[in-house]
């Protein structure tokens, strides 16, 4: 399954929750306001992230009179996410919520490139290669949510709000090598990769349900989805701007649909 695939597979999920937990609320509209104000939500699950169309799009370039080409194709991994939340009910049955969530993984990379002869037309030098790429993220909920009690056991939860996201990933770039006579190697050594820490501002919202085997603990399922976009780029000199003849600045996704379950504790 794509990248694309699995991440809107997973948007999917969370829509499919947050309806279900929509549809919920009007049923429950007479019940009574839970006498608990406090609550906490440890999860751990799994986070898809869409590929940024600056990440995954052609880069041309003219070089000798001709057109070249870097191709840059990612593949997403699932990997497990953990995630915190914790909220108070400040008025009737809403109320504010911070929530904090931590993933890394490791996605594959296969880079390309074509780059123009200075002699010979229809006669680029191909260059291809794979690696990895390694991605650390956190993300920080200010949300507020409104919550319903279904009996005495269940409980539904919506929320949304801002996000703050910190990232630590790697950029793939290539290590360039001096033009030699007759010019028939393509002036490319490898895959090298450079590591950016952007922090970016976005969105998050989701749904929470949960079941309670007694007053204060119970188990729930958390369905969220939350974005936001950083702008980065790479060095100037031995790596994509070098062969391509401009800086490159590469626009990456963060957030992305993530489902969990857990353990929950009201009191």
Request: some cysteine; aromatic content about 10%.
């Amino acid at each position: 399954m794509t990248a694309r695939a699995v991440h809107c597979v997973g948007r999917s999920a969370v829509a499919a929750t947050v309806l279900a937990a929509v549809l919920a609320v009007p049923s429950t509209a007479h019940a009574q306001a839970p006498e608990t104000r406090w609550f906490i939500a440890l999860d751990g699950g799994f986070q898809t992230t869409a590929v940024a169309e600056a990440l995954s799009e052609p880069i041309t370039f003219e070089q000798s009179a001709e057109e070249g080409e870097l191709t840059r194709d990612v593949t997403i991994n699932r990997r497990p996410t953990i995630a915190l939340a914790g909220g108070v009910r400040l008025w009737r049955q809403a109320g504010l919520r911070v929530g904090f969530q931590r993933f890394t993984r490791s996605d594959d990379l296969a880079l390309g490139a074509s780059i123009p002869h200075p002699f010979f037309f229809d006669a680029p030098r191909i260059f291809s290669d794979s690696s990895t790429m390694t991605r650390h993220e956190r993300s920080l909920d200010l949300h507020g949510y409104w919550s319903v009690p279904v009996g005495d056991r269940f409980n539904v939860r919506i929320f949304g709000g801002p996000t703050v996201y910190f990232a630590a990933l790697d950029l793939p770039g290539v290590d360039t090598a001096p033009e030699e006579y007759p010019y028939e190697e393509v002036p490319i050594t490898g895959i090298v990769k450079v590591e950016r820490n952007p922090t970016a501002l976005g969105w998050g919202a989701g749904a929470d349900l949960s079941f309670f085997f007694s007053r204060h603990v119970g188990v729930g399922w958390t369905a969220r989805f939350s974005d936001a976009t950083a702008e980065i780029s790479l060095p100037d000199e031995g790596f994509l701007a070098e062969t391509v003849g401009v800086p490159v600045v590469s626009e990456v996704g963060l957030g992305g649909a993530q489902i969990a379950a857990g353990i929950r504790v009201r009191f």
